[in-house]
């Protein structure tokens, strides 16, 4: 059973444009979320977080809002630019051992 | 440069052979973990270990083994228990248990036929 699902496998957008990536969690005892990036043959690398007691948190392009009530964040990148182009994974932590729990993760193209 | 090392980045084995692989951080950090990915799927934690000397399994440890006898190193086998061996392998590290932050190298493919 998935805790933590990203059910677009793949998004396309132009550059310039706003990616909006989107994920779902089920366990309401998360307490803190992260999204990271990967790009093909290498390890994924931490892009941003939040913590649960907030439903925003801005960090240059990036911008992960959090909605306790639907159980739903989202990464937003303003502008999209060539580089953005990579694999993003949401996952999400339980206080008690700051275990990771994965989504199986978005693509994300962007289009000259 | 601080970073965390795998190595080989691609590695076959013959089906029923054990292999190892190595996982080293200069990161200074306590706790170090192991994950798999499998195509459409989130990783899973395979092991982690908080401190030298000691380790705990993961959601899939079955079919694997680890150590930590030094801070630096927490090298994974696959057994040939292990059912499906074939996948790309993670390893990462955070400053403590207690940090969410994880710092990833950058993995291990490893073939099994």
């Known amino acids: 059973d998935q805790q933590v699902k990203q059910n677009s496998p793949s998004l396309s957008v132009q550059e310039g444009r706003i990616s909006i990536l989107n994920c779902d969690y089920t366990n309401s005892m998360f307490d803190y979320f992260l999204w990271y990036k990967k790009y093909p043959a290498e390890g994924p690398t931490f892009l941003i977080s939040i913590s649960s007691i907030k439903d925003k948190n801005e960090d240059g392009r990036f911008t992960v809002f959090l909605n306790k009530s639907a159980k739903h964040l989202s990464l937003h990148i303003v502008p999209s630019q060539p580089g953005d182009s990579a694999v993003y994974f949401c996952?999400?932590?339980?206080?008690?051992?700051?275990?990771?729990?994965w989504g199986a993760g978005t693509k994300l193209i962007i289009k000259p | 440069d601080g970073g965390i090392t795998q190595s080989p980045k691609y590695l076959f084995r013959k089906e029923g052979q054990n292999v190892t692989l190595s996982c080293e951080q200069n990161?200074?950090?306590?706790?170090m973990y192991w994950y798999r990915q499998d195509p459409g799927q989130g990783l899973r934690l395979i092991y982690y270990?908080?401190?030298?000397?000691?380790?705990q399994k993961g959601d899939i440890a079955e079919g694997y083994s680890v150590s930590r006898e030094k801070k630096e190193s927490f090298p994974l086998t696959v057994t040939s228990a292990q059912k499906n061996p074939t996948a790309f392998y993670l390893c990462?590290?955070?400053?403590?248990?207690?940090?969410?932050?994880?710092?990833f190298g950058p993995g291990t493919r490893l073939t099994v036929t």
């Open positions: 990462a590290s955070s400053i403590n248990q207690g940090s969410y932050e994880q710092y």
């Open positions: 996952a999400a932590s339980l206080g008690s051992n700051y275990q990771l729990i």
């Open positions: 270990s908080q401190i030298v000397n000691d380790f």
């Open positions: 990161l200074n950090h306590d706790a």
